[in-house]
């Protein structure tokens, strides 16, 4: 059996707002690992093994800040999908970044609707359908 990477990766402390929106991705026909912290498994960051999303719900992370810093060098920015929360780090920054931002208050549905258009209008997604990427 060949192991793939993930569509995508959910970092969350809240481990209900993770496990409600694993389960509706998964219900959308994507493969989602889920995990409460920072750094990722070590095998997901080996060459190929990468997720092509990455969401990550700041509420109630320990260190937000240093998470962030430390997923721009492991992730591209375009591949990740910053919730944010009040008191943590402001979506002005988090888009300095390079990263894709949904502000709180948000719901599960929005998520997975955001999640689907960046993973489905991906690079990735182009050369599974077989088609050129999009002009930039």
């Not at 992730?75 to 979506?91: F, K, N, Y």
């Not at 894709?100 to 208050?105: F, G, Q």
Request: hydrophobic fraction near 45%.
């Amino acid at each position: 059996m060949s192991v793939k990477a993930p569509d995508v990766m959910l970092l969350g402390a809240e481990w209900l707002e993770r496990a409600l929106l694993r389960a509706q991705l998964i219900e959308e026909g994507y493969d989602v690992v889920a995990i409460d912290s920072w750094p990722m498994p070590q095998r997901y960051r080996l060459p190929g093994m990468t997720p092509r999303l990455l969401v990550i719900d700041l509420q109630h992370l320990p260190d937000p800040r240093a998470t962030l810093d430390d997923v721009r060098l492991v992730i591209p920015p375009e591949r990740v999908l910053v919730v944010t929360a009040i008191g943590t780090v402001c979506s002005d920054e988090v888009r300095r970044f390079g990263f894709k931002v949904l502000e709180r208050p948000t719901t599960v549905g929005q998520i997975v609707t955001t999640v689907a258009l960046l993973v489905d209008n991906s690079p990735e997604a182009d050369r599974r359908r077989g088609s050129p990427p999009p002009a930039c």
